[in-house]
Nanobody, 123 residues
Framework: QVLLVESGGGLVQAGGSLRLSCVASGNSFAILAMAWYRQAPKKQRDLVAGITPGGSTNYADSVKGRFTIARDNAKNTVYLQMNNLELDDTAVYYC?????????????????WGQGTQVTVSS
């Protein structure tokens, strides 16, 4: 069992920045692929960014060039740096852990989910 705890959400004006963090419990973090998803009201939960155990990254087209996912295996932490935030980025952001062989094109569901953190972008 891996517990994921997100932090860093909040209210920010359009054009601003936030950094989300997700700390994982246990000692298997380094072999897990990690990802950030988001869910806006009345919409499905969508993949925002993913990072493999080896550090390869992938992004949704809507956030490319604005968001950066990174991991620090020594701290069991995955980050999502969000710059130039837009109104459409408003959502609950969820950290997720996948099998290490996961790739964004896979339909496999995460093994574990965090509780979510709210990001609200205002005009």
């Amino acid at each position: 069992q891996v517990l994921l705890v997100e932090s860093g959400g909040g209210l920010v004006q359009a054009g601003g920045s936030l950094r989300l963090s997700c700390v994982a419990s246990g000692n298997s973090f380094a072999i897990l692929a990690m990802a950030w998803y988001r869910q806006a009201p009345k919409k499905q939960r969508d993949l925002v960014a993913g990072i493999t155990p080896g550090g390869s990254t992938n992004y949704a087209d809507s956030v490319k060039g604005r968001f950066t996912i990174a991991r620090d295996n020594a701290k069991n932490t995955v980050y999502l740096q969000m710059n130039n935030l837009e109104l459409d980025d408003t959502a609950v952001y969820y950290c997720a852990a996948h099998l290490g062989t996961w790739r964004p094109s896979s339909s496999d569901s995460p093994l574990y989910w965090g509780q979510g953190t709210q990001v609200t972008v205002s005009s």
